[in-house]
């Protein structure tokens, strides 16, 4: 039984997030204490444009979260892709000592033989459609936003020899990875099972990235987390499976929903610790 394990934000219950300490450390580099069995077949990171286009790795569009910024008065509200870069990459992850990183930065610490999930998260602007599926219209002009970002994040990663899985909340930057690459996509899923996999079916996507309280065949399906449902009744991994795309489930935190997700069929698991699948207790 292979699973896939996926570092979320470079195993962040473990390591300051989405810095190149983490993916460092999620690699197992030398300076790690993380065992062979617990390195991760995937690391998934989250990026964004700052005001002069350079592309950094951080989850949120602001500051204000999960970043030490006392000592840059005043840029707690603005959103990322408004201040200069010099300003963003100074910030401090908490109290880490580490600052967000450039994303060539960071691809540089990822050893080849390890996968990168990227996720976008934003072109530089607020008109865009989060968990939407588009017409034909409304595509090409989300295409016209998302464009040039889509255009510098395909000629970074073009110089890495690292696998890639580009997933998004939001569908015009898959189409145009999908367009103007061979790079895999995977849509991520939100509110609605059924719009999730149109799109992951128009752009034969190589997985969905779905909600772990998505799956149906669980204990937990539609518990409280940031979504809940209700869905519809489309069985996620059986109809899933039967399109061609793996299921991957986020942000898992216990081995025993992970023992769960297996049992249902799930193919790879995004989570924030990196012993979680070792410790799970799965039929071979």
Request: with cysteine; hydrophobic share 40%.
């Amino acid at each position: 039984m292979n699973i896939d394990l996926i570092a979320h934000r470079g195993f962040a219950g473990v390591y300051p997030e989405n810095t190149i300490k983490a993916v460092s450390a999620a690699s197992g580099h030398r300076s790690s204490d993380l065992p062979e069995s617990n390195i991760p077949d995937l690391i998934e990171i989250d990026v964004m444009p700052t005001m002069e286009n350079d592309i950094i790795v951080h989850h949120d569009e602001s500051l204000s979260d999960h970043t030490n910024t006392n000592h840059h008065s005043g840029i707690n509200c603005e959103y990322i892709w408004e201040l200069p870069t010099k300003k963003v990459i100074e910030c401090e992850i908490g109290q880490s000592g580490e600052t967000i990183p450039l994303l060539t930065e960071l691809l540089a610490a990822i050893p080849n033989h390890i996968g990168v999930n990227i996720e976008i998260k934003n072109p530089g602007s607020s008109n865009v459609f989060f968990d939407k599926l588009l017409s034909g219209q409304q595509i090409s002009v989300q295409k016209d936003i998302w464009g040039d970002f889509v255009v510098d994040l395909l000629n970074i990663i073009g110089q890495y020899n690292n696998d890639f899985l580009i997933s998004s909340f939001y569908e015009a930057p898959l189409a145009l990875v999908d367009e103007l690459s061979d790079y895999p996509v995977a849509p991520l899923l939100w509110n609605s099972i059924d719009r999730g996999l149109k799109i992951s079916k128009r752009y034969g996507a190589k997985a969905v990235h779905a909600p772990y309280n998505m799956v149906e065949q669980t204990s937990f399906f539609g518990d409280p987390y940031y979504t809940e449902g209700p869905w519809e009744d489309t069985k996620l991994i059986e109809t899933a499976h039967d399109q061609g795309h793996n299921v991957n489930v986020f942000t898992v935190t216990t081995s025993s929903e992970i023992e769960e997700l297996v049992a249902a069929g799930i193919d790879g698991i995004i989570a924030d610790y990196p012993d979680l699948l070792s410790a799970a207790e799965l039929d071979s």
